[in-house]
């Protein structure tokens, strides 16, 4: 089991930047792989950025690249992800999930998701 929860959303101009933390719990964080989604108004949830047990592998999706940055600490159980440059469009529910070995990118485990709104 892994317990998850998100935090640091808000509501924020165009342009301006935001940092949301997951904390984790339960299972050991440093073997999990760690993903950042997001949900929009009506719109499915999308991948935003994922970041390898070991931080040795990150990927963001096309939308976020060069805006978005993800990391983790390990020691503190928390990863992070760093949006610069918002948009309008960032505008969703943002939730953090956990993929245990042999990470098939399942994702048994999320968090109740933050707010990110961004105004125009």
């Known amino acids: 089991q892994v317990q998850l929860v998100e935090s640091g959303g808000g509501l924020v101009q165009a342009g301006g930047s935001l940092r949301l933390s997951c904390a984790a719990s339960g299972h050991t964080f440093s073997t999990c792989d760690m993903g950042w989604f997001r949900q929009a108004p009506g719109a499915k949830r999308e991948f935003v950025a994922l970041i390898t047990w070991r931080g040795s592998n990150i990927h963001y999706a096309d939308s976020v690249k060069g805006r978005f940055t993800i990391s983790r600490d390990n020691a503190k159980n928390t990863v992070y992800l760093q949006m610069n440059n918002l948009k309008p469009e960032d505008t969703a529910v943002y939730y953090c999930?956990?993929?245990?070995?042999?990470?098939?990118?399942?994702?048994?485990?999320w968090g109740q998701g933050t707010q990110v709104t961004v105004s125009s």
């Open positions: 999930a956990a993929d245990l070995p042999p990470y098939r990118r399942t994702y048994n485990y």
